[in-house]
């Protein structure tokens, strides 16, 4: 009392001091700079605003796994930096639709349709088929890059072999095959004698229409989100005229013959510039930079106007067969490289944080990008972070649409679902070679499944009956383990998303989490205990949101892979009758084991392994527990189903081969076994026993010991098979 008496007389009493817990350093998110070729930390220019540029498809064929490799990486990246960290993030994405390769092809299409609508004799088209090699012979002979001469080579056969039924004797379709065939030849000679004649603006814009409209079909079915921006070419032609104008006026530019190139040693003699940032050693490389000028623009007249063999053009005056635009220079069109820098400044301004690209554009495009750039804001940072993906193999082999060596996406995806190509991605590092493989597919394949069972087994839990007080439970010893994992994996996944977007450790990680859940659920089962459903809830949400972040999961549901069509909740709408046919097979069952109906056992087992797998349903039978009930894609039930049978006839196989082998022993006579080892016994008693070995020395005890116990086994199989063709089996 007098203690108490004390506190009330002290007066008010005021609330301690309050210590704040230690400070930590927020983890920060770090980027494989190009710039730099080294991890950097990501600081955007303008807080949380981040403005990104990606090069875009050059409009002229069908897409191929290449520009998969790229945009599906990038649009992971994207999602990641949008929707995980949280940045506010502004994508501007080029169409090239103006180009060196598109003109051609445009160009050569045409000419090519107009000779098939001429509808030339058999004997016509193949005195231009043979006019049209003459040229290719040439082309194949003096040829050394060994993939393209591989090209040319299975062109050559096809082609030989197209005009063999003509060469003997003009008949059939045959004349139809040959152009087919021939294509490629007659649309180059059609090209180099016509090609000048074609003039309409329009016919060089068809083409890169078509293609483009392709292009995002196939985005959209790899769930590759679009870009909050999109510029094409031909659009901007009026503000590449005034770009290039306003490099001219700052000295980086000169005219010639109608063209505007790039002054790269007046550019980079500046004080704060510096020509081929990217990669410097590349500086000379002619193979390269001719690739980059494309192939109507290296011709020697064009490639005399330069004043040095490094300068690129900005502004190429158009020869008859391409198409123009007015421009102060005379009638022309724009420069490869110039396009990205003039749109790109056009939307995002002086300076952006990220440009993106495939591995392959580092020199020369986007080594002239940044030099031109830089020449006309004046400044030595238009690229803060400059990300490229890295190359995709096919099955180990380089992939390029020019030697004809590519898998479009619409093929790729007739094999695989865009989920699967996306974790083939996913379990690789953006910024490394990807091998496009079979072995790569089935990774991703068993990943999916392996994510998929999860997803179904806690479903399963989540649909038992239970109150609104029941799904809070008790937390035991092994709760709390794995909820210790659950975080630990977490940081593990944030730890390497922040190491430069590492996802192939990230998925690795979740693989662990899997795991982890995976092993508490049996333990729970094996225990007949209920797991704990908030636990695993609050796992398959983590792991299902994240994969929503990767682009690997589309639609609303909460949980898992969706399942069903057109945004329609399959699972919701067919699972309660599902429960009620499951429920009520489990009560046949019971009855039928308790009267022994075999029958009718077969019946229920029936419609778990051949009528349900048909409607894409999987029931799982657990002994002392209900029946699992699982919504599976039905080619992949289908799928199980043959490899099951097959196994089942592998067994079958195996045990008759088995059979066979030992009746084939059982059908030797004891005296005869040994016999036939003449490289081990030379000798051998009146039974057919051995005596000595095959260099004439006796046999010794134990070795005879050891003989006589498989001659004994062996009288005992013979006697067996004697009986068994007495009783006439």
């Not at 069908?62 to 649009?75: L, N, P, T, V």
């Not at 062109?155 to 065939?181: C, I, K, N, R, Y």
């Not at 333990?523 to 792991?543: C, E, F, H, T, V």
């Not at 682009?551 to 969706?562: D, L, S, V």
Request: with cysteine; aromatic share 10%.
């Amino acid at each position: 009392m007098r203690e108490l008496q004390t506190l009330w007389e002290t007066g008010k009493r005021v609330q301690p001091p309050w210590s704040p817990p230690p400070r930590t350093e927020v983890p920060k998110l770090y980027l494989y700079n190009s710039l730099t070729r080294t991890k950097e930390e990501f600081i955007p220019q303008n807080g949380r605003k981040v403005l990104w540029y990606c090069c875009g498809p050059t409009v002229y064929d069908a897409s191929h796994m290449g520009h998969a490799r790229s945009y599906i990486s990038f649009d992971i990246l994207r999602r990641i930096l949008k929707n995980y960290f949280k940045y506010d993030v502004l994508y501007c994405m080029n169409i090239t639709d103006i180009d060196d390769k598109i003109i051609k092809r445009a160009r050569q299409n045409y000419l090519l349709e107009q000779y098939k609508e001429k509808k030339p004799s058999p004997t016509q088209i193949l005195q231009d088929v043979l006019t049209a090699r003459k040229p290719f012979l040439a082309k194949l002979a003096e040829t050394t890059d060994p993939d393209k001469k591989q090209m040319l080579e299975r062109l050559h056969v096809a082609v030989s072999t197209a005009l063999e039924p003509l060469q003997g004797a003009v008949q059939g379709d045959a004349e139809g095959l040959l152009v087919e065939e021939s294509k490629d030849l007659l649309s180059d000679w059609l090209d180099s004698q016509f090609g000048s004649q074609v003039t309409e603006n329009s016919i060089f814009s068809t083409l890169p229409k078509y293609w483009e409209g392709e292009y995002h079909k196939d985005m959209a079915a790899l769930n590759v989100l679009p870009p909050d921006v999109l510029t094409r070419v031909s659009e901007y032609v009026p503000e590449i005229v005034d770009f290039v104008k306003k490099i001219v006026e700052n000295g980086y530019g000169y005219v010639s013959n109608g063209s505007v190139y790039f002054d790269t040693a007046k550019f980079d003699a500046g004080d704060k510039h510096s020509y081929a940032k990217l990669v410097p050693e590349a500086v000379g490389d002619q193979k390269a930079l001719h690739e980059g000028e494309g192939d109507l623009s290296i011709s020697a007249d064009r490639l005399s106007e330069k004043r040095s063999p490094i300068d690129f053009a900005l502004w190429k005056a158009s020869k008859p067969g391409e198409p123009s635009w007015d421009s102060p220079w005379g009638k022309g069109r724009p420069g490869w490289h110039i396009e990205c820098s003039a749109m790109a400044g056009s939307i995002l301004g002086e300076s952006m944080d990220i440009h993106g690209g495939g591995f392959d554009l580092r020199f020369p495009h986007h080594d002239n990008e940044l030099a031109q750039s830089e020449a006309h804001f004046e400044n030595d940072h238009w690229v803060r972070y400059f990300l490229h993906t890295g190359h995709l193999t096919i099955a180990g082999c380089k992939m390029s649409k020019s030697l004809k060596n590519f898998i479009t996406i619409k093929d790729a995806l007739a094999k695989h679902t865009a989920r699967q190509l996306r974790l083939a991605f996913l379990m690789h590092s953006w910024k490394d070679t990807l091998d496009y493989s079979s072995n790569t597919m089935e990774s991703a394949i068993q990943y999916e499944k392996f994510l998929n069972e999860f997803f179904l087994n806690v479903k399963d839990i989540l649909r038992a009956p239970t109150d609104i007080t029941g799904q809070f439970e008790r937390w035991e010893e092994a709760e709390m383990e794995l909820n210790r994992s659950f975080y630990n994996q977490k940081a593990a996944v944030h730890a390497a998303l922040r190491d430069n977007i590492d996802t192939r450790t990230a998925l690795e990680e979740l693989r662990v989490l899997v795991s982890q859940s995976n092993a508490y659920i049996a333990g729970r089962k094996n225990a007949k205990l209920a797991p704990n459903r908030m636990l695993l809830q609050s796992i398959a949400l983590y792991l299902t949101d994240l994969l929503k972040t990767f682009g690997a999961i589309e639609g609303a549901e909460p949980i898992g892979f969706p399942v069903g069509t057109n945004g329609q909740n399959l699972e919701s709408t067919v699972m309660p009758y599902l429960k009620v046919l499951s429920d009520f097979r489990e009560g046949v069952r019971k009855i039928a084991r308790e009267q022994k109906v075999t029958e009718v056992l077969s019946l229920c087992d029936m419609v778990r392994d051949e009528t349900l797998p048909e409607l894409g349903v999987r029931l799982e039978d657990h002994e002392g527990l209900p029946t699992v009930v699982k919504l599976v894609d039905r080619e992949t039930l289908l799928k199980e189903k043959e490899e099951k049978k097959k196994v089942r006839a592998d067994s079958s196989y195996i045990c008759q081969d088995r059979s066979m082998a030992k009746l084939a022993k059982m059908k030797i006579p004891p005296s005869e076994m040994f016999r036939s080892e003449t490289d081990k016994y030379s000798t051998f008693d009146e039974t057919g026993f051995p005596t000595h070995d095959a260099d004439g020395k006796e046999i010794s005890k134990g070795q005879t010991k050891k003989l006589r116990k498989l001659y004994e086994a062996q009288e005992k199989l013979y006697k067996e098979y004697l009986d068994s063709m007495q009783n006439g089996s």
